[in-house]
């Protein structure tokens, strides 16, 4: 603390690091918390209408976290242990729906599985109805398992293969190293990827909202008391019963994660190979994992198709009228506003967040801890929690003068900045802190050293909150829901505007040009990082 | 004093890593901490550059408190062990960092660094990146890039120890030739004692957070206050031993059934019947065949062990059911020995610790 005092520059730059993090992160989500006040309170939970949809969240949350998770093993397993063929292409289709808007998953169940789907309908000539409980599940198992594909691949390959080599060389099998050695080694991993995939699952607004029919669980319930009711305090009761079950699963998960750090104590990846797997095995992960892949094709094949088709799956003539009408009059704003809103929010999220990171990483005053605790809690707040926060704390009438574009900014800024905060954070901790000494040690501030040799060396670390961040904001639609005016729509609202007015063509069309933003901006880092992709999640 | 270190403390929870130490390092001299790892050299170090935060005691340099001077404003340029080199930059631009901080002019700031990077060897090697330097050339630009900036008083922390032996030997013998030509005050860490014997005008030795004895590499090394000090710089013999009586410039000590006259050391209180320690070094004995002739104190024993170290012979002695440490030089020279032997060794090479 002594050592800010004599740096007045060093220590103003920290007390607006935490003023905008109290304005913008504490302070709208107290606001929700504290908006029904104990009398509220009380009424809600005598009145029992959120009985029903907390019971659904956590079924849903139940079944479809087991069902994605099963998936995601196979596929991860697969990924890292097998010897298939075809990794490339697993790797790549497992990417693509972490760049797409979750939701759109439930459009593609429609065209696919509803009433007039060409599976049921063309196929079998069914008009089943596939909304509620069942319908939720399917649509989430096969949004979500990429996520836990993700997460439990990140996992599975933190275990050290030396480790699993000197099990075989110890003369065990391996199906016995993988029960003995790597599955205990990555137990916290496992359990952490397990929560992190239950949280996404049970704060995905858009699916339910779709797919959900009468079956309503805490999202969907909070926004319909909105935007159907004006019932606002109920809707913040709801949405914070929703925020206490994603702050205790994010609460768990980080304690397995502090328990993980035994599996990485090689430090560096080893670049070992892991022991081979029986062929039998690498053909039964290949005919797992193509299946699956297949199923994620189809998935996205759907919507690219309806995209250029006239009325799909009516009329398959190839059109680009979608397209035209995507990009014309209020479609275009809407769209132009996704590239600019989630461009500018990336970009200030990322830096922002790499300073944050620095201050907290190498700082030595009081009270760090709080602020590292904030820089990454809103990775446990829904997405549709922190619209509503936003829509409380910021829709004043003293604040009329803020642009709502702003606004949206703004809150896709601080949602995302635990991303660059990891980021930054991992990025420090490859760079020690002799470094930084250094350039003090030579006559250098804090700050200028900071500026001069820290900031340099953490491009790689400020990319990727970048790109995550980009991709996050232009797939997310919890967030914005509540924030967006006619004049400052974006795609995700318009895609979701355009399924409910059941226009497939420009539903689809839109969902094509959005993923291709995230695509495009994937691409772009690729080619500036050369270097694995270090993709962080995306979530609706 | 140039650098004046007055009973700082530093601590890490509830231990003291560094506990009231003190100590004036006058303008000009090669001063060292020497420790074993945990014993707070590095600590005081980091205190005197302004890194961490001292619990107490004062820090002056050049007659000026600096307390409450961050660590930029020190003039303290501190070499790291890791060279801590800019990775993102070459190295003209690692040299030319602090002046450039500082707002030297253009010219000004080419010809120091030019001169600094000749004057530790690396001229013309100013447009290389870090990473296509060997060990031995990053460690020279860390040290050209603190040298450049003409701190008050240069600190190095373990500067060498990434090193292998044969570039550590030879960019010592480097670094207190510069250290002379700069007539610069360098404070340096290391827990390696060679390093701190054949560098340094003045050693502080520390351990547990406190400074056990300072003074010449001489004194430390032949007159140590301690066991622990004796042991740390050097192989040693520490045997137990009891004061018959004390004269005026000798002590008569005992030990087993042998009795010897040896110097009184200075500053230690010694009373008859008082348990010393009696501390020779290896290089100090010589050793011959059973039946030799004696010069000063001799002991009979045999062998137990030996060990070929190139220049010299270690033998392990067996006197009394103690195990004696004898070096003998140029072990080609004579024939190795086996056997019964006679330890010789003069009284004046033993020094007394009034430590039991």
Known sequence: MRSLRREPALLLALLAVIALVLVFIVYPQVQVVVAPGSGGYASFLEGGTWVTPFVHSLEVMALSTTSAVLLGFVYAYAMVYSDMRWKPFFRLIGILPLLSPPFVVAASYILLFGPRGIITYGVFGQTPIIFGLLGIWGVQTIAFFPF?????????SRSDARMEQAARNLGAGPWRVFRTVTLPLSRPGLGAAILTTAIYIVEDFGNPQLIGG??????????NLISGFGEFTSAAAVSTLLLLIALALYLAKIRLDGGRSFVTISGRASSMPRP???????????????????????????LLVSALTVLFPINLAPTARHFTFVVTGSNGDALRNTLVFSSVAALVSAIFALFAGWLVQRGDWPGRRVLDFLLILPAAIPGIFFGIGYLTAFNQPWLDWVDRGALIILSMVFWNIPVGYQAAVAGLRQIDRSIDEAATSLGASRLRGFWDVVRPLLGGSLRVGFVTTFVRA????????????????????????????????????????????AIAALVIFAALARGRLALGMARG | MHLRVSHITKRFGSAAAVDDVSFDV???SFATL??????????????IAGFYEPDAGDIEIGGRRVNDLPAHRRGTAMVFQDYALFPHMTVYDNVAYGLRVAGRPRPERDKRVNDTLTFVGLGGMGGRWPNQLSGGQQQRVAVARALVIEPQVLLLDEPLSNLDAKLREQLRVELRILQRRLGMTFVYVTHDQDEALSLSDWIAVMNAGKVEQAGTPWEIYYHPRTA?????VGAVNLVPARVESVGDGSVTVSFGPHRASVRRPVDVSLSTGQEVRLCMRPESFTIAPAGASANGLALSGTIARRAFLGDTMRYWVKVDDREWIVDQPDPGATETLDGAVLLSLRPERVHVIAES
């Open chain 1, 148 to 156: 836990a594909y993700q997460l439990i691949a990140d996992a599975l």
């Open chain 2, 228 to 232: 622990f000090l004796a042991d740390f």
């Open chain 2, 34 to 47: 020497l420790g074993p790892s945990g014993c707070g050299k590095t600590t005081t170090l980091r205190m």
């Open chain 1, 276 to 302: 081979p797997v029986p062929a039998v095995l690498s053909w039964a992960c290949f005919s797992g994992s193509l299946v699956l892949a297949g199923v994620i094709l189809m998935v996205y094949g759907t």
């Open chain 1, 214 to 223: 009468q079956f309503t669980v805490l999202p969907t319930q909070a926004y």
């Open chain 2, 26 to 28: 006058p303008k000009g």
């Open chain 1, 474 to 517: 232009v797939t997310t639609l919890s967030v914005v829901i509540f924030l967006f005016t006619p004049a400052t729509t974006v795609a995700t609202i318009r895609i979701y505007q355009l399924v409910n007015d059941l226009n497939w063509g420009g539903a689809t069309a839109f969902t094509v040009a959005d993923i291709s933003m």
